[in-house]
């Protein structure tokens, strides 16, 4: 049984085929291959070890899920699976996966589940004009965790001030998003109590800044 964090990126699979990039203890792949929601499945991991797990956990289920070593999205072909799962991982990691393959991440659908560094990750999107499809949320014991479905539509999520690259106003309504606000209502505020106490010299325009982006998240 999957963890509500990884039924939450299961859930948002809608292609027949999928790569996991990072994929760990395969879980996700198992899953997606067991209920019969995929046809295919690549399980990818930058080192041998977890691909040693996840061919192991694999083996286990008697599954037919193709595992390859290697660093990112270099180990696909452009369009070769219609969704690319990136999930488990820092925001700024997953910037750095997306930017050194911009094709093969343009010629799928991305399902993005950042561990943290969501503003860094918004921004990045934005900045290369990917469109967000949809942002979703799921609380798993005390933590929130987001995802980011990123594709080709219609009606992209709008991210309409800075303070949306912290809490999207679009997630307004989610059962999770108080959690969520509060979430980042505690990581602004120790960034903003850290520049006020700085011993080098507080940084006005920093303070400002955080001051104003609380000011705007509470408000939302
Ligand atoms: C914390 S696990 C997340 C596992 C799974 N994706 C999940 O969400 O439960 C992160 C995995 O990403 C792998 N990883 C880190 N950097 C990577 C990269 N550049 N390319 C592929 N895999 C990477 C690590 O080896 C590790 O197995």
Do not use: W
């Amino acid at each position: 049984m999957l963890t509500p964090r990884m039924q939450l990126i299961f859930n948002h699979v809608m292609g027949k085929t999928a790569a996991d990039i990072g994929t760990d203890h395969a879980y996700i792949p198992i899953e997606l291959i067991k209920s019969g929601k995929c046809e295919r499945v690549i399980a990818t991991d930058i080192r041998k070890g977890p691909a040693d797990t996840a061919a192991r956990h694999i083996k286990k289920q008697g599954l037919n899920i193709e595992i390859r070593v290697g660093s990112g999205l270099s180990v696909l072909k452009p369009g070769e699976t219609e969704d690319i799962i990136i999930a488990g991982m820092g925001g700024k990691l997953i910037c750095s996966i997306l930017a050194e393959h911009p094709q093969t991440a343009a010629a799928s659908t991305l399902i993005l589940q950042p561990m943290n560094g969501q503003y860094e990750l918004r921004k990045f999107l934005r900045e290369n004009n990917y469109k967000t499809a949809a942002e979703d949320l799921t609380v798993e014991g005390f933590k929130v965790y987001n995802l980011l479905v990123i594709k080709e539509c219609e009606n992209p999520v709008e991210y309409n001030d800075e303070s949306d690259f912290h809490l999207p106003s679009a997630l307004k309504g989610h059962i999770y998003f108080e959690q969520l606000r509060q979430k980042k209502q505690r990581e602004l505020g120790k960034i903003l109590k850290g520049n006020e106490d700085a011993k080098s010299g507080r940084n006005a325009e920093v303070v400002e800044y955080y001051k104003k982006m609380l000011e705007r998240i509470t408000e939302k």
